[in-house]
């Protein structure tokens, strides 16, 4: 289906695709080892699961609240240094530091100090990664204006993230190995700190290396001083009202909100059912199974998902490549079924490469997509915001995250899960495995019927760029 090449100027070169990709590692590395960091709070902390789950909710509310803002920053924002780069480099050392500190909990403490404790510097640690990860998303945006090059952009920055989860689950296993720490908090306490600081090193890649696109118009940005707060109030409502009115834009947000909340909900139920049914709640049993199917999953993504998407996409477009990825994941959920069996716990593993469609295909295709989106905007309503279209996408990705995380431990707790003992009732193990099935089949659904009217195809993609070329010329990059 391709229609038109892409031409050499529209290329981004490896080394600034790579350094994007660094960015992207970071931030998916941050969310990646949350992800197993939280299961300390539960299973070695003793934390009741509906506390561990508000505090994985608040924080990411209010880290979803501020992203518009930033966003709006980031679009206004007139440096030497560029709108994105200065604050991707602040952000990285802040939500480092932040992540270092925030682990920094002891089991001799009550539950009610370890829960204010974390809630604190979990906010700062949010902050920080809103300055981070939002200029960073409008960077990719902008960093070249071809339909098929943005998703081999995209595809490079998703590819390099899933590193970060190919790696997480492996703190499982560094956190409960008694061989290297005496307990798991102590664990999770050292292991913070490196991942706090790769992390700093990582983020600030795309702010040494990558090049920004120069505004258009300038003279349509506003004025970010505090004279002006109350005229840039009134434009950052109007840009949060434009942005929500683009109907193609908000199908975007509303498939990935169903699909990523969908996955986040069940996303720690796989551990559970590893160590609670296949091992019946022997950690040492377990062993590495929690961290091998959770690498397998990265490398099926990687070696697997994003590169067969690109290509899908290349052929039949973009949506329809969404849809062909979630379907197939859908089959993956109910194999899970017969794939988590105690007898053959290798069996696991099947249903792997068809969930994997699920996740890889969403973010690889979504990112390339919101930047098609941001150019009709710019067509319709003259001006360059990737920085408050990249907010608004992630706040929905945030929103539904921070539901999910709450919704995670009121499931676990319907279902009848008890953290303070080892063997769970055989009746919660089967409706948590239910759970685990039937909640992203359904949201995977939901998200296929919204996005099925979204019509940025390549052919119109190319006449809305021609048209924008017509109007003020093509856009350059710092440092050409």
Same mark, same amino acid.
């Given at each position: 289906?391709?229609?038109?090449?892409?031409?050499?100027?529209?290329?981004?070169?490896?080394?600034? $695709?790579?350094?994007?990709?660094?960015?992207?590692?970071?931030?998916?590395?941050?969310?990646?080892?949350?992800?197993?960091?939280?299961?300390?709070?539960?299973?070695?902390?003793?934390?009741?699961?509906?506390?561990?789950?508000?505090?994985?909710?608040?924080?990411? @509310?209010?880290?979803?609240?501020?992203?518009?803002?930033?966003?709006?920053?980031?679009?206004?924002?007139?440096?030497?240094?560029?709108?994105?780069?200065?604050?991707?480099?602040?952000?990285?050392?802040?939500?480092?530091?932040?992540?270092?500190?925030?682990?920094?909990?002891?089991?001799?403490?009550?539950?009610?100090?370890?829960?204010?404790?974390?809630?604190?510097?979990?906010?700062?640690?949010?902050?920080?990664?809103?300055?981070?990860?939002?200029?960073?998303?409008?960077?990719?945006?902008?960093?070249?204006?071809?339909?098929?090059?943005?998703?081999?952009?995209?595809?490079?920055?998703?590819?390099?993230?899933?590193?970060?989860?190919?790696?997480?689950?492996?703190?499982?296993?560094?956190?409960?190995?008694?061989?290297?720490?005496?307990?798991?908090?102590?664990?999770?306490?050292?292991?913070?700190?490196?991942?706090?600081?790769?992390?700093?090193?990582?983020?600030?890649?795309?702010?040494?290396?990558?090049?920004?696109?120069?505004?258009?118009?300038?003279?349509?940005?506003?004025?970010?001083?505090?004279?002006?707060?109350?005229?840039?109030?009134?434009?950052?409502?109007?840009?949060?009202?434009?942005?929500? $009115?683009?109907?193609?834009?908000?199908?975007?947000?509303?498939?990935?909100?169903?699909?990523?909340?969908?996955?986040?909900?069940?996303?720690?139920?796989?551990?559970?059912?590893?160590?609670?049914?296949?091992?019946?709640?022997?950690?040492?049993?377990?062993?590495?199974?929690?961290?091998?199917?959770?690498? /397998?999953?990265?490398?099926?993504?990687?070696?697997?998902?994003?590169?067969?998407?690109?290509?899908?996409?290349?052929?039949?477009?973009?949506?329809?490549?969404?849809?062909?990825?979630?379907?197939?994941?859908?089959?993956?959920?109910?194999? $899970?079924?017969?794939?988590?069996?105690?007898?053959?716990?290798?069996?696991?593993?099947?249903?792997?490469?068809?969930?994997?469609?699920?996740?890889?295909?969403?973010?690889?295709?979504?990112?390339?997509?919101?930047?098609?989106?941001?150019?009709?905007?710019?067509?319709?309503?003259?001006?360059?915001?990737?920085?408050?279209?990249?907010?608004?996408?992630?706040?929905?990705? $945030?929103?539904?995250?921070?539901?999910?995380?709450?919704?995670?431990?009121?499931?676990?707790?319907?279902?009848?899960?008890?953290?303070?003992?080892?063997?769970?009732?055989?009746?919660?193990?089967?409706? @948590?495995?239910?759970?685990?099935?039937? /909640?992203?089949?359904?949201?995977?659904?939901?998200?296929?019927?919204?996005?099925?009217?979204?019509?940025?195809?390549?052919?119109?993609?190319?006449?809305?760029?021609?048209?924008?070329?017509?109007?003020?010329?093509?856009?350059?990059?710092?440092?050409?």
């Amino acid at each position: 289906m391709t229609l038109y090449r892409t031409a050499k100027e529209d290329i981004v070169p490896f080394g600034q $695709k790579i350094a994007f990709g660094s960015g992207h590692l970071a931030n998916q590395l941050f969310p990646a080892a949350l992800g197993v960091f939280m299961v300390v709070l539960v299973m070695s902390l003793n934390m009741n699961p509906v506390l561990a789950g508000i505090l994985g909710a608040l924080p990411r @509310l209010l880290d979803a609240l501020t992203d518009p803002i930033m966003g709006f920053i980031s679009d206004n924002t007139r440096s030497k240094w560029g709108r994105r780069k200065p604050y991707i480099l602040l952000g990285s050392v802040i939500t480092g530091v932040a992540f270092m500190v925030m682990w920094q909990l002891n089991p001799e403490n009550s539950q009610t100090y370890n829960f204010f404790y974390f809630l604190i510097i979990s906010i700062f640690f949010y902050i920080g990664y809103t300055v981070f990860a939002t200029p960073l998303i409008g960077l990719g945006y902008e960093m070249t204006p071809d339909y098929n090059e943005r998703t081999r952009l995209m595809a490079v920055s998703q590819w390099m993230g899933q590193v970060a989860w190919m790696i997480a689950p492996w703190f499982w296993v560094i956190i409960y190995d008694p061989d290297i720490f005496a307990s798991a908090p102590e664990g999770a306490r050292q292991l913070a700190v490196w991942v706090g600081a790769i992390c700093m090193v990582l983020g600030i890649m795309p702010a040494l290396f990558n090049k920004e696109m120069i505004v258009p118009d300038k003279d349509k940005m506003a004025s970010l001083s505090w004279k002006e707060l109350a005229n840039n109030t009134r434009e950052f409502l109007k840009g949060i009202k434009l942005t929500v $009115k683009n109907s193609q834009f908000m199908r975007l947000c509303g498939a990935t909100f169903f699909i990523f909340n969908g996955f986040q909900t069940i996303a720690q139920f796989a551990m559970f059912i590893i160590v609670y049914y296949l091992f019946n709640g022997d950690k040492v049993a377990s062993g590495t199974w929690p961290a091998w199917f959770g690498t /397998i999953s990265a490398m099926a993504t990687a070696f697997l998902v994003i590169p067969v998407v690109t290509k899908i996409s290349e052929k039949i477009g973009k949506k329809n490549a969404f849809v062909i990825a979630t379907l197939i994941s859908i089959i993956g959920y109910i194999l $899970k079924w017969w794939g988590f069996n105690p007898e053959n716990p290798w069996l696991m593993f099947i249903p792997v490469p068809f969930l994997s469609f699920g996740i890889g295909g969403l973010f690889t295709l979504m990112m390339s997509m919101t930047a098609d989106v941001c150019d009709l905007d710019e067509l319709n309503n003259g001006e360059r915001r990737e920085g408050m279209f990249g907010a608004v996408y992630w706040w929905m990705v $945030k929103l539904g995250t921070a539901l999910a995380l709450l919704t995670s431990g009121i499931v676990l707790q319907a279902v009848g899960f008890d953290q303070t003992i080892d063997q769970q009732t055989a009746e919660s193990i089967v409706k @948590l495995r239910i759970a685990d099935i039937v /909640i992203p089949i359904v949201t995977a659904l939901i998200a296929i019927a919204i996005i099925w009217k979204y019509n940025i195809t390549e052919e119109r993609a190319h006449d809305i760029r021609e048209a924008l070329i017509l109007r003020r010329g093509k856009t350059k990059h710092q440092g050409e």
